[in-house]
């Protein structure tokens, strides 16, 4: 059973910085893509940013030049940096991985960006 664990979340100012963690159970290459999803309040869950196995990184337009995603494979762990945070990015925000088999979510972690 794969397993996605999510930590960094929590309070922070507007124009204020963090950085997610995810923990993957298994070889991050292994899944054709990673990415960071979240769901706001009252709202559907929506991408914030993918990366595939070979590289290739999309950001969602709301988030382009302020998130920074990144991966370090010898600790099977995929890292989402937040800089200049605006109360709309307030959401739980959710590890996702894909391969052929299907999509694997971790737990979440609150990211909260009030003043």
């Known amino acids: 059973q794969v397993q996605l664990v999510e930590s960094g979340g929590g309070l922070v100012q507007p124009g204020g910085f963090l950085k997610l963690a995810c923990v993957v159970s298994?070889?991050?290459?292994?899944?054709?893509?990673m990415g960071w999803y979240r769901q706001a309040p009252g709202k559907l869950r929506e991408f914030v940013v993918t990366?595939?196995?070979?590289?290739?990184?999309d950001y969602a337009n709301s988030v382009k030049g302020r998130f920074i995603i990144s991966r370090d494979s010898a600790r099977n762990t995929v890292y989402l940096q937040m800089m200049n945070l605006k109360p709309d990015d307030t959401a739980i925000y959710s590890c996702?991985?894909?391969?052929?088999?299907?999509?694997?979510w971790g737990q979440g972690t609150q990211v909260t960006v009030s003043s």
């Open positions: 990366i595939s196995s070979a590289g290739q990184i």
């Open positions: 298994e070889d991050i290459f292994s899944f054709s893509h």
């Open positions: 996702n991985a894909r391969n052929l088999a299907g999509d694997y």
